[in-house]
């Protein structure tokens, strides 16, 4: 029903998403749910056993990978039908994970999906779908390498006959530490622009030259399965792999990348949008029973009104991310997907931090999963794209067909009056 993710707010999605958002939110509310305030609970992590568990539960229950089409074994939702959905996991800190839905997994697959061989199809995505095999996405790289400046991409990949000779650094290489395989953007033309002579390239973890270095520490780092999951930091030295490893066509790296990061931005704008309203439901949950000076901390006007702001900024948040899944359809929808990406990310940030803060010393514990937002969030303003990277963007875009006649009736100074210099 929605019902409680979303009050009574009509976003006009599909029958479709609605269904199976409906149906997920039970999931989250029947089995993902209560094993995690079990876990903060205890402090017992949850096993992987548990984790596949719950996929088979939401096999049975027709959620399984909801982005994926039903010929590899998920739901083949479209993608603004399966937005809503992606909200609701959202609101567990096991959510996504739960239903084969979690970042970078659902990325690459949908990369695999979209621009595979069929014998990649075979060999990775269906065995990736399932949870037989794990992924990572090698893009980011230590300075002064590819970062907010994806041009300044520093890793190579060379042809010695039918194969690529891969030599680069990679870190921040989500789920790099358990992959099996990784699918590493690299520099296949040197004498062309980074944009046109960069290419996607599959590499097996088993490569010879492949060195996982490390999981990088990092804020919001300790969760609460046993699953290794993190950010990695991967070299690549003179790694052999096929030509045909190739992902999509040679030196369209950038084209495939940009596809994959505009879908998962709005996806990711969703997870963080449901986690924020979760922590909002905490909050208010915790403002009703809380007594201080007198009255309940509900009564307080200052906190009525910063969570009636909340909610408004989240249920703009909410129709911004479906507007740019509309003209993602359509385009590359680049900048509707910007304003998003980084509008979200302030807005989750702010509202988890004003839940945080209603709960007092019952935020900054664990025994809620606040702490656990709260430290998750902060990295979403950093991941797929600075605030700064979006705003340079954004307003690139903003200066790009200004209109002169608005300012022709400004006041200028009189030129008659003007002088070259002043006397000294």
């Known amino acids: 029903m929605l019902c409680a993710m979303m009050g009574d707010m009509e976003y006009h999605d599909s029958e479709k998403a609605k269904e199976v958002a409906g149906r997920v939110e039970n999931f989250m509310d029947e089995v993902v749910i209560p094993r995690e305030r079990e876990a903060l609970a205890t402090g017992e992590a949850i096993t992987m056993d548990e984790i596949e568990e719950m996929w088979e539960l939401a096999k049975e229950r027709d959620l399984f990978a909801p982005q994926v089409p039903e010929e590899y074994g ?24 739960a239903i084969r839905a979690n970042a970078p997994q659902e990325g690459n697959m949908h990369t695999l999906e979209m621009v595979g061989t069929e014998e990649q199809k075979e060999e990775y995505l269906e065995p990736l779908v399932q949870g037989e095999i794990s992924s990572a996405f090698a893009m980011t790289e230590p300075k002064q390498g590819g970062g907010s400046d994806p041009k300044m991409l520093q890793s190579t990949a060379v042809k010695d006959g039918d194969e690529w000779v891969i030599n680069g650094h990679k870190w921040w290489t989500s789920d790099g530490l358990s992959a099996d395989f990784y699918l590493a953007m690299v520099r296949t033309d040197l004498d062309a622009h980074p944009y046109e002579g960069t290419s996607i390239i599959l590499v097996p ?41 190739t992902i999509g066509e040679e030196n369209e790296g950038f084209q495939i990348a940009q596809m994959r990061l505009g879908g998962g931005r709005l996806t990711h704008c969703m997870r963080y949008s449901g986690m924020a309203e979760r922590s909002l439901d905490i909050a208010k949950a915790y403002l009703q029973e809380r007594e201080a000076f007198g009255t309940t901390l509900e009564e307080k006007q200052a906190l009525r009104h910063r969570i009636a702001d909340a909610e408004t900024r989240l249920h703009a948040a909410r129709c911004m991310v479906r507007h740019a ?26 509202t988890i931090d004003l839940a945080l803060q209603c709960l007092g010393g019952n935020g900054i514990g664990k025994d809620l999963p606040i702490a656990h937002f709260y430290e998750n969030v902060r990295a979403f303003r950093i991941v797929d ?25 400004a006041l200028e100074f ?11």
């Open 385 to 409: 794209g600075a605030d700064e990277v979006h705003r340079r963007s954004i307003a690139r875009w903003a200066f790009e067909d200004v209109d002169e006649a608005e300012i022709e009736n």
């Open 74 to 97: 998920g739901q083949g939702l479209d993608f603004s039908d399966m937005l809503p959905s992606f909200e609701q996991v959202g609101r567990s800190l096991i959510g996504a994970l």
């Open 325 to 350: 899944a509309r003209e993602l359809d359509r385009s590359d929808a680049r900048i509707e997907v910007a304003m998003s990406k980084m509008f979200t990310a302030n807005v989750t940030n702010e």
């Open 414 to 424: 009189d030129e008659d009056l003007r002088i070259d210099a002043l006397d000294e």
């Open 205 to 245: 973890r088993e490569a010879d030259g492949v060195e996982v270095v490390r999981n990088v520490p990092h804020l919001g780092g300790h969760g609460i399965t046993e699953r290794e999951g993190g950010h990695a930091e991967v070299k690549f030295d003179d790694v052999r792999v096929p030509v045909e490893n």
